[in-house]
Every structure is written in structure tokens, then in C-alpha cells.
């Protein structure tokens, strides 16, 4: 258990870029959308929401494909195991899946708190995943950080393990399958069903639920290959 903690406290090697570019790109992006909301018709409109903090999910998933491809090699170099380091990653990422999940919290606090920062705005829990109380916003903002966290770790180990051509084969399959079930539900003239399933759902699954289902699935399928990887 020790080496997996010190295989976590690996991803604070540099908190500036672990920690401090997410909040910088999101700040940017918040500032903005603030700049719009007060200076255009945005926010005369009530119950407007962006999907700016987007820009942190991202952010925080580019970050941990970067930690695979560049701390993994480092990892090993100062033999600590695959697994190992697999396992402090994912410890690692669960306290910063809570971290994001607990900060979007108290800013959706203020948010509501200052009537949208004094314009309308509903930017760090937008649409649904505003919820009712502040435990429940902590697993709805910090479900979906936890899937695109480990959607992050297993682009890393597929770049690590297949290269650049892996990377690229994983980025067109993905858009492949997605588009193939586009046309498969448009044949189908299935979107008003799919529509009306997701509509049936709660709130819980939707932000909660499906999300922590896909970074355990990501999760599950990420150990195997990383066990493959070389320096």
C-alpha cells in the first residue's frame, strides 16, 4: 500500500500543470462567458446556462493522458511497478475526482447564491447536473471528472502502448462507432426513442450513474494494457 501511495503522489511531481493549468484554462473560460452574459442579450435570458466548464473536464483529461505518457516511463525508471503505478493513479484520481466534484460544489453554492454572478448565469453545473443538495452536487460534478479522468488515463496507455498510430487508430474507431450508431438509430428512426429514454432516467443516473459506469468500464479495460507497456 505504501508504494501505491508513493506511486500517487507522483501525479504532484508538478502541481502547476497537475493542478494549476485546469483552473487556469476554466478561469479563462468563466471569465468570458461572464464578459458575454453581462455585456450581450445572453443574460437576459432566464435559466441561460453554458457549457464553459467543459473546458475543465477536458483540460483535467488532457492532463492525465500527459501523466500516463510522461510519468509512466519515470515510474518505471525508479522501479515501481506497472500495476503499481496503475493503482496510485487510480487512487489518485479518485481524491481528485472528489477535490473537482467538492470545489464546482461551493461555486455552484455562490453561483446560486449571487443570482447567476449577477447576471443569470448558470456555468459550473449546467442543466441537469445542478441538483438539489450539496452532497449530491459533489457526486454530480465529480462522477463525470472520475469518466473523462480515466477516458484520459486510457487514451495515455493506448499512446504508450500502440504510439502515435494507436492514438490515431483509437480516435478513428471511436468516430467510427459513434457514427455507426448514428446511421444505425436514423434507419432505425429510433431518436425519439432514445430521446425518450433518457428522459425517463433521474437526475442520479444520468450525472451519477452512467458516468461512474464509464470510467469503471475505461478503468477495467486501461489495467490490462498497461501491463504491456514498455519504457
Not at 201 to 211: E, F, K, N, R, V
Request: no cysteine.
Amino acid at each position: 500500500m505504501n508504494r501505491v501511495l508513493q506511486a500517487a503522489r507522483l501525479h504532484l511531481v508538478n502541481p502547476l500543470v497537475s493542478l494549476g493549468i485546469p483552473w487556469l484554462v476554466v478561469a479563462i473560460s468563466f471569465a468570458i462567458n461572464i464578459a458575454v452574459w453581462h455585456l450581450t442579450p445572453a443574460g437576459e435570458d432566464d435559466g441561460g446556462f453554458s457549457g464553459g466548464v467543459l473546458a475543465l473536464y477536458i483540460t483535467v483529461l488532457v492532463v492525465y493522458v500527459q501523466s500516463v505518457t510522461h510519468l509512466l516511463p519515470f515510474a518505471m525508471g525508479l522501479s515501481v511497478s506497472r500495476r503499481t503505478f496503475y493503482l496510485g493513479t487510480a487512487l489518485f484520481a479518485v481524491g481528485q475526482a472528489l477535490y473537482y466534484g467538492i470545489a464546482i460544489a461551493v461555486l455552484v453554492a455562490i453561483e446560486n447564491a449571487t443570482d447567476g454572478w449577477g447576471a443569470g448565469l448558470s456555468y459550473w453545473a449546467p442543466g441537469p447536473f445542478e441538483v438539489d443538495t450539496f452532497l449530491l452536487q459533489v457526486l454530480a460534478s465529480g462522477a463525470p471528472m472520475l469518466a473523462f479522468i480515466f477516458v484520459g488515463v486510457g487514451m495515455g496507455v493506448v499512446h504508450q502502448r500502440y504510439g502515435q498510430a494507436g492514438t490515431w487508430g483509437l480516435i478513428i474507431g471511436t468516430t467510427v462507432l459513434f457514427g455507426g450508431v448514428s446511421i444505425l438509430v436514423t434507419w432505425l428512426d429510433a431518436w425519439a426513442s432514445v430521446a425518450t429514454w433518457f428522459s425517463e432516467q433521474s437526475t442520479a443516473t444520468l450525472t451519477i450513474g452512467l458516468p461512474a459506469a464509464l470510467a469503471l468500464v475505461v478503468a477495467l479495460a486501461s489495467f490490462p494494457g498497461i501491463r504491456r507497456v514498455v519504457p
